[in-house]
C-alpha cells in the first residue's frame, strides 16, 4: 500500500514531554554503551541517513544521537552541493567513499537522495536519467546491508509552520545568523513539490525502508530516531571479541 | 634550556580528585560551547595532537575533550601502520590529507610523530633520512599555523608501572581483549628507548610547543589536557558571523 507522507503526524499529541525526555535519555546511554561494544568487535556498521527540508533539524538529531557514542567509532558526512570533480563522476561516487568502515556508526546529513530531489524539482537533469537513480539506489543501499552494514533511512517530517519560525530564528538571533541562506527561502516555495518527490522516494527506495519522523520538536524527533537506532543496535549479534594472542595463550578462555 | 621528560611527573599528588573532576566538567562545557562557535565563524582551526606510549590513554582523552562539543565540527584521525599506497609517498602525504579545515576541531590520535619515533628505535629508515624529518616537521606545522590552524601537542606521560597494569588489564577483562595486542609488550621492553626519541622531538620540533601531561590517571589527564585546549579557544578572535542576505537587508545589524 503507498505510503502518504500527510498521513504521518509532525506532531505527536498524546506525548508527555518530560516522560518522553527521560525515556530518551535512557536509550542514548544504552546506544553508546553498544555502539562502542561494536566498533570493538569491528564486525557490523549502521548506516543513518538523515533527509528533511531545510531547518527540519539534521543536525540537532545528529548531536543528540552521538551524546554517550565513542567518538572514535563515529562519523559524520554531511552532503553539500557537489563540486566539479564529484559532478565528473557518477552521483554515488561520493557517496561511496564515505560509506561506514566495520564497527562504525555513521550518520549521512542529507544524502545521496539529493540526487533526485534537487534535479527532479529544479528540472536540470532529463527525467529518465533520475529515473534510473531509483533503482540504482536501491541496488547501491543492497550492496552496503549485503556487507554488514544496516541502513537507517530518516525522513524528518517538519510542517510548513515550524519551518517558517525556524528560518525567521536565523533572520533574528544572533547566534543563528550563520545557518541562514537565502536559497531556503526560494526552496521552501517549491515545499509540497520536494514533499512529492520525498512520497515517490519512500514508496521506490524502500528495499531498506524509511521511518517518517515527527519532527516539529527536538524532543519528538531524537526520541522517534534513538529508538530506531537503538531496536537495530539491539538485534545485531554483538559479541566482545575474545583475546587474539601468541604470548599469552594459557590466558586464553575455552 | 634542553626539556626532560624525567623531570615531569605522570602523577601530580597535590591534586584533589573530587575538585579537579568538577573543574574538569566546567571546562569542557564551556569547551563545546566556543567550539560550536569556532564552527559557526568558520575561520580559525585546533589540531590536538596526542602522542604517548601505548595505553597511555589517547582514546580515553579524545572521548572525554569532545564531550560537549558539536560533532559535526569535529573530526578524529588514528594513524596506524602506514598502508603500502601511504608508503609510496613522503610521510607528511596522509597526514595533510587530514588536518582540519576551517572551523573544526581536529584530533590526532598517533601523528606524523610516529615517523621519527618508530625508525628510529627499529632502525628500519637511514639515519640522515629520520634526521631530516625534524626540520621538516617544524615547517608542516608552520604551515598549518599560517593558515588559521593551532597546533597543540600533547605527550602523555605515563609511568612504566602504570602503563604495565593498563595492558594487564587488556588480558583480563573480558570487554578490554580487543584492545590487547601482543606486539605492546614488545614496544614495551624500549621504553625508554622511545622516551629518549620523545625528548628529543620535544626539544627539537618545538615550533608549536609541547605539553607533558600527568597520564597516569584518567582525571589528571583529561584536566591538564582540557585547560590547554580551553585557554586555546579563549585566545581565538571567535565571533558569530553577520547575517548574509540579499533578501532580507534590512534586518542586517550595523
Known amino acids: 500500500m503507498k505510503i502518504k507522507i500527510a498521513d504521518y503526524p509532525t506532531l505527536n499529541k498524546e506525548w508527555d514531554k518530560k516522560e518522553t525526555e527521560e525515556k530518551t535519555k535512557k536509550i542514548l546511554k544504552r546506544i553508546g554503551k553498544l555502539q562502542n561494544k561494536m566498533y570493538a568487535q569491528n564486525k557490523f556498521s ?31 558526512a554531511s552532503f553539500k552541493k557537489p563540486t566539479e570533480n564529484e559532478y ?24 545521496h537522495y539529493e540526487d533526485i530531489l534537487v534535479p527532479t524539482v529544479e528540472k536540470y537533469i532529463p527525467s529518465e536519467v533520475i529515473e534510473k537513480r531509483y533503482e540504482v539506489i536501491n541496488d547501491f543501499e543492497n550492496l552496503l546491508e549485503s556487507n554488514g552494514t544496516k541502513v537507517l533511512k530518516f525522513f524528518l517530517n517538519v510542517s510548513k509552520e515550524v519551518q517558517k519560525e525556524r528560518l525567521m530564528e536565523r533572520i533574528e538571533v544572533k547566534e543563528k545568523h550563520w545557518k541562514h541562506k537565502d536559497g531556503d527561502w526560494d526552496t521552501r516555495e517549491k515545499f509540497d513539490e520536494y514533499l512529492g518527490v520525498y512520497e515517490r522516494i ?6 531498506c525502508p524509511w521511518h517518517i519522523v515527527p519532527s516539529d520538536t527536538n524532543w519528538q524527533k531524537l526520541y522517534y530516531v534513538a529508538e530506531v537506532v537503538l531496536n537495530t543496535l539491539e538485534d545485531l549479534d554483538l559479541k566482545w571479541p575474545g583475546l587474539v594472542t601468541e604470548k599469552f595463550r594459557d590466558q586464553i578462555k575455552k
Open 46 to 76: 549502521i548506516l543513518v541517513v538523515l533527509q528533511g527540508i531545510d531547518a527540519s533539524g539534521k543536525d540537532g538529531i545528529t548531536k543528540g544521537l552521538l551524546k554517550y557514542c565513542n567518538p572514535l567509532g563515529v562519523k559524520i
Open 88 to 111: 565528473a563522476h557518477d552521483f554515488l561516487w561520493r557517496v561511496h567513499q564515505v560509506v561506514p568502515r566495520k564497527g562504525e556508526l555513521q550518520i549521512f546529513i542529507r544524502s
Open 202 to 207: 519512500i514508496n521506490t527506495c524502500n528495499r
